[in-house]
């Protein structure tokens, strides 16, 4: 590969939550109908000529794990699907963010789409590991972020994170 696409592309709906330590997206290739192999190698080709050292799916398969091998790029994956349990999968999941974004990793995070469940997964991280001081500060700083408006199962996981 040649010039511009030698760098790949920018997954869509791409956010820095903290600037150089953690970002957001929707799935690389994109979701459902929508997903394209070639997307998604270009996609992953940008992330790792960006220096993201790890990519956390959050998806409820284990789509695209075999992909973020294929092209060198370290992978952890935290099943989340609409049926999982918000109090068994955010602690751990937040432990690994706070290890990971307190050393040298570049971390993007993305489930299928970036919704209100991922949306409120990132911000309950913010008032979780303490960044930010209230719910409310917490939900405003990512819809800020995401230039989008989170709805009611993004603020759930938000009270959620605030009692773990």
């Known amino acids: 590969m040649r010039g511009k ?20 997206s929707e799935r690389p290739g994109g979701y459902a109908r ?5 997307r998604r190698q270009e996609e992953i080709i940008w992330l790792r000529e960006q220096g993201f050292t790890r990519i956390v799916s959050l ?7 075999h992909a973020y091998d294929e092209l060198g790029v370290q992978w952890s994956h935290f099943p989340f ?5 918000a109090r068994e999968v955010l602690p751990d999941l937040y432990k690994s963010l706070r290890t990971w974004t307190n050393g040298d990793e570049r971390i993007l995070l993305h489930m299928e789409e ?15 590991a303490k960044l930010l001081q209230s719910g409310p500060q917490a939900i405003t700083a990512v819809e800020q972020l995401v230039h989008r408006q989170m709805g009611p199962a993004g603020r759930e996981l ?3 994170a605030a009692a773990l």
């Open 81 to 85: 699907g609409p049926q999982a349990e």
């Open 5 to 24: 696409w030698a760098a790949g592309i920018e997954p869509r709906n791409f956010a820095w939550v903290i600037k150089d330590k953690l970002a957001v």
């Open 114 to 128: 970036l919704g209100d469940r991922l949306m409120g997964v990132v911000a309950g991280y913010l008032l979780w």
């Open 34 to 38: 929508n997903h394209r192999k070639v």
């Open 59 to 65: 998806l409820a398969s284990p789509h695209n794990l």
């Open 158 to 160: 938000v009270a959620v």
